[in-house]
Structure formats: C-alpha cells, structure tokens
C-alpha cells in the first residue's frame, strides 16, 4: 500500500496531492530569499561566493555584444525540466529575449547556451547530473566552468544518451569557441 503525500486546503481539509512534481515546484517558486533549485528530488539553496559569480560576469560581459545581436538575454532565472523532479538554477543561460519577459520558468531547450561554474559544494552536481539532464531536455549548449579542475568544457549536440560533442577539457587560459550563433571565443585567462 503506497501513502500518497498530503496536502492541507483550509480548516479540517485534508486531500492527496494531486501531482507531487507539480506541488514541490511550486513550492520552490514561493521560498522566500536565496535562489533555491531541486536536483534529483533534494532542495538545494544556491548560495554562489563572489568568486563564482565573478567567472560568471567575466562570460556575461563578453557575450553582450552578441546578445544585443542575437536579441537574447542571459541570466539565472529558472528552467524546468517537467516529468523530472528537477528544477535548476544556472549561473548562466541565454535565452531570446522575448521568452524572458514571461517571468515563468524556462525549459533547457529554449536556450541557446547554459552555463555552469563549479563550487566545491557542487562540482559534481553539475559534471554530471547537470549535463546528463541538460542532454536529455536538449539544451544545445552546456559549458561547465570547472574551478576545482581550473578548465572549461563545452558539451554540444544533445540527445536522450547525452551531448555527442564535447570539447575540452580546456585548461583555464585557452580561449573556449563557441558555435554558431555565437561565434566567438570565450578568453578564461580571468577565471582561474
């Protein structure tokens, strides 16, 4: 016999959930303060140091020009991986700029690029879990910034069994090139 998880709707009111996935991300999107993401079914805070978000700024100032171009966004808001219980928080990911004034969650696939920097608290979350996922929800462009590796990969080409591309590991210091619509390089010399 399976306990289904219950849920309280006013005084003496108690109903089943109705759908699990659909109430833990909802409740996600209502904490208060910190970013909050859902990796494998655990809520995890996102508390990124100054050092993180630095590597992030360093990759956002030089994809502006070609945003502007491209008439995209980049940001951390929120992507939704649905049928998963899973709910991520990039330190990067571009997206046209039209789905960004939604205000909504986002899925992997709307993206042109998703980009991740390591903590020590999170190196392998995002190594594999992450790009595993981004994959799977056919995000085109996954680059992991490796702070504890001090490199840079970028996982190209998607599919259900994972990125068929992989380019790196590039040690910090050798410009990253990104495809098209991008086309150009990432300079790392900073980041390390």
Known sequence: MSVQPEWHDGPGNYNEVPDPEKALKYAIQHIRGDRTEIIEGVIEPVSPTWDHENVADLIRDQLVPVLRQLNCAAGSGNLD????????????????????????????????????????????????????????????????????????????????????????????????????????????????
């Not at 709910?87 to 042109?112: E, H, I, N, S």
């Open 81 to 192: 991986l649905p049928g998963s219980p899973n709910w991520y928080v990039p330190d990067l990911a571009v997206v046209p700029r039209d789905l960004a004034k939604g205000g909504g969650a986002l899925l992997p696939q709307q993206t042109l690029l998703i980009v991740d920097v390591t903590s020590d608290s999170n190196a392998e979350t995002d190594r594999v879990v992450k790009r595993r996922r981004y994959a799977e929800f056919l995000a085109p462009l996954y680059l992991l910034v490796d702070r504890q590796e001090r490199s840079c990969t970028l996982f190209s080409q998607p599919g259900e069994l994972g990125y068929t591309r992989v380019d790196g590991p590039l040690p910090f210091g050798t410009p990253v090139p990104l495809p098209e619509p991008f086309s150009l390089a990432i300079d790392t010399a900073e980041m390390g």
